[in-house]
């Protein structure tokens, strides 16, 4: 346990400085002018969807876009509203999650899709991931149009839809997997322990329905966590782990309550947790046999829930009396965690507002009443327990390392240019900030140079895209290469890249420069054994203190000179001067 509270402790301490780094304005949600309309857009003249045209007629408001009414068996929708305005470096649209595949469109240009379309409009469940959509600087005040495919009982988007920082968001999801990762670790550790008691004791039965309870409850928390996506990004294989747990737990409550109940409520839970069983195998082998969709199998596992786990609360609250200390705290827990469950369920089909439910304390409390009965019969296997704590405590500080590793990749991300494998805008925003501020304080020259591939649409156009990312990819490498390790070498976007050269004169700087012109000139990329045209550069470089007494204006004044190589008959390098 100690172990598991120093893991939380590191998260938290690294989630506090990452976000103490990256302060920007909070996510704002977008919750406001939402419309919709039934069906789907017919499509227009140059084949877009003809409702992307701001026509008016068709359109009717609703309060978020999910579930409108009259849906009446139809399965397209569509919904509308205007992106707000704000102050964000990498702004990114939040989706809690969509029922069932979408599309979202920007001012009428598709920015993101999720799922796959047919030529009818239609396609099959995904899984139910989170959504970080990336926006372009200039969102604010456009139109935002979503499209649904949905043959669920819910149509729409579902949870939370707000604008944020990405790193804010990847902050948040690790802060809301933190508890669950805890618990569901610590659950998971129990199903072993249990497991083990099983094997040794005689009450192997019971011990067997802890260890199903602890394994299934464990592994959903885990399938559930929203930091899942990140360890692993197909949604679909964590929603059939999830399911499988889910659909689980009542069988190893129900084989739990038979344990310590006897007659005619022993002879119902047992058909009960086997009506389950038979409804687990069942559900699952059609999915994996692919003659139905996942998503379809949870309703149909809710509706037979919400009947059968009152039933057996009923059962378990009858005998109630009869029963020992530790045998009512477990009935008494389970009483405490069902409601959560089913509020759960509540919530997940829209019948209730949307709202975090603590589905992960039920199922603590729920384990910890376990361990209690697991101390209470088994004080005698003390001994064993001591050696296999530290196995369990070594099991946990690697667990610890590991995620703690995954922390530090999550922030490595994002500054990090997929790509090239340059940093990106965002590291040379605070890079830039951070020289300048040196270079002001030691009174030190600092020069910028910005970099940009010449006719690099036509060589797209020319030889395709995958071959300009690897031309894109080998001059980033080329760049790594050729400038110090104290250089600050980014990639803007496209075919920019921009590079801060500290303690540099411009004279030493356009050198450089000069030097890369050269290479780039005699170098031959290749893509696929084929050679490729070769390409050339052009350079605008700025200095401080020559060119200003602000570093923080060299960008622009880097620009310019750029932008003066490029009329000047470009594979050329300008130094910025006041014309």
Same mark, same amino acid.
């Given at each position: /346990?100690?172990?598991?509270?120093?893991?939380?402790?590191?998260?938290?301490?690294?989630?506090?400085?990452?976000?103490?780094?990256?302060?920007?304005?909070?996510?704002?949600?977008?919750? $406001?002018?939402?419309?919709?309309?039934?069906?789907?857009?017919?499509?227009?003249?140059?084949?877009?969807?003809?409702?992307?045209?701001?026509?008016?007629?068709?359109?009717?408001?609703?309060?978020?876009?999910?579930?409108?009414?009259?849906?009446?068996?139809?399965?397209?929708?569509?919904?509308?509203?205007?992106?707000?305005?704000?102050?964000?470096?990498?702004?990114?649209?939040?989706?809690?999650?969509?029922?069932?595949?979408?599309?979202?469109?920007?001012?009428?240009?598709?920015?993101?899709?999720?799922?796959?379309?047919?030529?009818?409009?239609?396609?099959?469940?995904?899984?139910?991931?989170?959504?970080?959509?990336?926006?372009?600087?200039?969102?604010?005040?456009?139109?935002?149009?979503?499209?649904?495919?949905?043959?669920?009982?819910?149509?729409?988007?579902?949870?939370?839809?707000?604008?944020?920082?990405?790193?804010?968001?990847?902050?948040?999801?690790?802060?809301?997997?933190?508890?669950?990762?805890?618990?569901?670790?610590?659950?998971?550790?129990?199903?072993?322990?249990?497991?083990?008691?099983?094997?040794?004791?005689?009450?192997?039965?019971?011990?067997?329905?802890?260890?199903?309870?602890?394994?299934?409850?464990?592994? /959903?928390?885990?399938?559930?966590?929203?930091?899942?996506?990140?360890?692993?990004?197909?949604?679909?294989?964590?929603?059939?782990?999830?399911?499988?747990?889910?659909?689980?737990?009542?069988?190893?409550?129900?084989?739990?309550?038979?344990?310590?109940?006897?007659?005619?409520?022993?002879?119902?839970?047992?058909?009960?947790?086997?009506?389950?069983?038979?409804?687990?195998?069942?559900?699952?082998?059609? =999915?994996?046999?692919?003659?139905?969709?996942?998503?379809?199998?949870?309703?149909?596992?809710?509706?037979?829930?919400?009947?059968?786990?009152?039933? /057996?609360?009923?059962?378990?609250?009858?005998?109630?009396?009869?029963?020992?200390?530790?045998?009512?705290?477990?009935? =008494?827990?389970?009483?405490?965690?069902?409601?959560?469950?089913?509020?759960? /369920?509540?919530?997940?089909?829209?019948?209730?507002?949307?709202?975090?439910?603590?589905?992960?304390?039920?199922?603590?409390?729920?384990?910890?009443?376990?361990?209690?009965?697991?101390?209470?019969?088994?004080?005698?296997?003390?001994?064993?327990?001591?050696?296999?704590?530290?196995?369990?405590?070594?099991?946990? $500080?690697?667990?610890?390392?590991?995620?703690?590793?995954?922390?530090?990749?999550?922030?490595?991300?994002?500054?990090?240019?997929?790509?090239?494998?340059?940093?990106?805008?965002?590291?040379?925003?605070?890079?830039?900030?951070?020289?300048?501020?040196?270079?002001?304080?030691?009174?030190?020259?600092?020069?910028?140079?910005?970099?940009?591939?010449?006719?690099?649409?036509?060589?797209?156009?020319?030889?395709?895209?995958?071959?300009?990312?690897? =031309?894109?990819?080998?001059?980033?490498?080329?760049?790594?290469?050729?400038?110090?390790?104290?250089?600050?070498?980014?990639?803007?976007?496209?075919?920019?890249?921009?590079?801060?050269?500290?303690?540099?004169?411009?004279?030493?700087?356009?050198?450089?420069?000069?030097?890369?012109?050269?290479?780039?000139?005699?170098?031959?990329?290749?893509?696929?054994?084929?050679?490729?045209?070769?390409?050339?550069?052009?350079?605008?470089?700025?200095?401080?203190?020559?060119?200003?007494?602000?570093?923080?204006?060299?960008?622009?004044?880097?620009?310019?000179?750029?932008?003066?190589?490029?009329?000047?008959?470009?594979?050329?390098?300008?130094?910025?001067?006041?014309?």
């Amino acid at each position: /346990m100690r172990c598991l509270l120093a893991l939380l402790w590191s998260l938290q301490l690294s989630l506090l400085a990452g976000s103490g780094a990256l302060a920007s304005p909070p996510p704002m949600a977008v919750d $406001a002018g939402w419309e919709y309309r039934w069906g789907d857009s017919p499509s227009a003249p140059d084949g877009s969807p003809a409702w992307l045209e701001g026509i008016e007629g068709g359109w009717q408001a609703i309060d978020f876009p999910s579930n409108p009414p009259g849906r009446e068996g139809r399965r397209h929708a569509w919904f509308r509203t205007t992106l707000p305005s704000g102050e964000w470096r990498d702004p990114v649209l939040y989706i809690t999650s969509i029922d069932l595949i979408g599309q979202v469109y920007l001012d009428g240009e598709l920015l993101y899709q999720y799922g796959e379309f047919d030529e009818r409009g239609q396609g099959e469940f995904a899984g139910w991931p989170w959504h970080m959509i990336e926006l372009p600087e200039d969102f604010a005040g456009k139109p935002l149009h979503v499209r649904v495919y949905s043959y669920y009982t819910d149509i729409g988007l579902w949870g939370e839809v707000q604008v944020m920082d990405r790193i804010d968001l990847l902050t948040r999801v690790i802060q809301r997997s933190i508890k669950d990762l805890a618990v569901g670790a610590f659950v998971l550790l129990l199903a072993v322990l249990a497991g083990i008691f099983a094997l040794l004791g005689p009450d192997r039965r019971a011990f067997g329905g802890l260890t199903l309870f602890a394994f299934a409850s464990g592994a /959903m928390l885990l399938a559930e966590t929203p930091v899942r996506q990140l360890l692993y990004p197909y949604a679909l294989t964590w929603d059939t782990l999830r399911a499988a747990s889910y659909y689980t737990l009542p069988v190893a409550m129900g084989i739990l309550l038979a344990c310590w109940l006897d007659g005619g409520p022993q002879r119902w839970i047992g058909r009960l947790w086997q009506l389950h069983l038979a409804y687990l195998v069942g559900a699952i082998g059609l =999915v994996q046999a692919g003659v139905i969709s996942l998503s379809l199998t949870f309703p149909a596992f809710d509706a037979l829930l919400a009947f059968t786990l009152p039933l /057996m609360l009923l059962l378990a609250l009858c005998r109630f009396p009869r029963l020992s200390h530790e045998q009512r705290l477990v009935v =008494v827990s389970f009483v405490l965690f069902a409601p959560l469950l089913i509020a759960d /369920m509540l919530v997940a089909h829209g019948i209730v507002e949307w709202r975090a439910i603590p589905l992960s304390l039920g199922i603590l409390g729920f384990s910890l009443a376990l361990v209690s009965i697991s101390l209470w019969h088994y004080r005698r296997t003390r001994r064993e327990l001591d050696r296999l704590n530290a196995s369990l405590e070594q099991q946990v $500080a690697d667990r610890t390392d590991e995620l703690g590793r995954l922390v530090q990749k999550l922030e490595g991300l994002s500054y990090e240019d997929s790509l090239t494998g340059l940093k990106n805008r965002r590291h040379f925003d605070e890079m830039l900030q951070h020289e300048a501020a040196r270079a002001r304080r030691n009174r030190s020259p600092m020069a910028l140079a910005m970099i940009d591939i010449d006719h690099f649409k036509h060589f797209n156009d020319q030889h395709g895209h995958e071959a300009g990312d690897a =031309v894109l990819a080998a001059v980033g490498g080329l760049l790594r290469e050729h400038f110090r390790d104290a250089d600050v070498v980014c990639r803007l976007g496209g075919e920019e890249f921009v590079v801060i050269v500290p303690g540099a004169t411009a004279a030493e700087a356009e050198a450089r420069v000069q030097r890369l012109l050269r290479g780039i000139r005699g170098y031959r990329f290749r893509h696929r054994d084929r050679e490729l045209d070769a390409i050339t550069l052009s350079c605008g470089v700025a200095a401080f203190p020559e060119h200003g007494d602000d570093p923080l204006a060299l960008t622009r004044l880097a620009d310019r000179a750029l932008y003066r190589a490029k009329h000047r008959g470009r594979d050329r390098s300008e130094t910025w001067t006041l014309e």
